[in-house]
């Protein structure tokens, strides 16, 4: 099977002040570990979708990483362009990544591809909560493309009974960076272990 990881990366941060996805976190910039994250998953290629003229770094070796332009901050159009890259690539799959999630855990996408079998997507929960990474079969790329605005693709998931949900029980799969003060809570609590409870 051809899979392909889409890393979305073309939000404005507006919360967080601008400049999210170059912050530092743990020496690193925050997308650097989404990137990351990406690359260790089952696929041939990683796309990032990103605003016009952003430097992600050079990231030598399979699998490739290849940077799609994006002016628009809108959600919709960060996956539509991600969708579009499967598309081109011919892929049987696809993985969403955020780029503002940098705890997920490296083994959490095989784990979904295990499990995807013919369902239209595969998703992480920590306790019953669903997270990131998603993994999309291919007959949810058209749907995935359609989404307009500002919108998410939780609303395609919601109330299908082809859905495979994969137990994770880990807060790294829905902690998300918002604003500057969530680098040092995030950083926390995957030291001390707690689970967030809050989606973030």
Known sequence: MKRIAIVLAAGAA???????????????????HAIRAARLAPVERVIVVAP?????????????????ALASTALSQSLATGVGAAIEADA??????????PLVPHGVAARLADAIGTAFAAVPTDHGKPGHPVLFARAAFSAL???????????????RDDVVQVAIDDPGIRLDVDVPADITR????QISGEPTGDGR
């Open 92 to 101: 049987d799959a696809a993985f969403v990544f955020l780029g503002d999630m």
């Open 14 to 32: 507006t919360r967080f002040g601008g400049g999210k996805l170059v912050a530092d976190f743990r020496g690193e910039p925050l997308l650097t």
């Open 52 to 68: 016009p003229g952003f430097d992600i770094g050079h990231w030598p070796d399979a699998p490739i990483v290849e940077v799609r």
């Open 145 to 159: 493309a359609g989404l307009a605005g500002d919108e998410g693709a939780g609303r395609l998931l919601r109330g």
């Open 186 to 189: 995030l950083d926390e609590r």
